[in-house]
């Protein structure tokens, strides 16, 4: 459980559920691994500005780290994720992976 960084990477690598938070990186182009479940607010235009940001940079497949938000509500992507929106996305979580 927790967001687009280290642990992510490490525990996929080893297979393993991830429970993602993710706005400015979406585990989708950074996490090859399928059984990693993103919670995002999908109605936000801005999601996955720090992949776009990247590729303004140097138009190569690659990332970095996260740009100034994009939107100018800064961070909204995270901001606006309450604890029933993710405590309902983790029981759907638990019901997929039936853990």
């Known amino acids: 459980i927790g967001s687009d960084a280290g642990p992510l990477h490490i525990a996929s690598a080893f297979g393993k ?3 993602i938070l993710a706005g400015a990186a979406l585990a989708k182009y950074t996490t090859p691994h399928k059984k990693a479940f993103q919670v995002t607010l ?3 235009e801005c999601l996955g500005c720090k992949h776009r940001m990247f590729f303004r940079q140097n138009g190569q497949n690659n990332i970095t780290f996260v740009p100034a938000c994009e939107n100018k509500e800064e961070y909204k992507c995270m901001k606006d994720l309450t604890v029933d929106y993710v405590s309902q996305k983790f029981d ?3 019901n ?3 853990l």
């Open 42 to 44: 999908e109605s936000l």
């Open 17 to 19: 559920l991830c429970f």
């Open 96 to 98: 997929l992976y039936s």
């Open 92 to 94: 759907e979580f638990v």
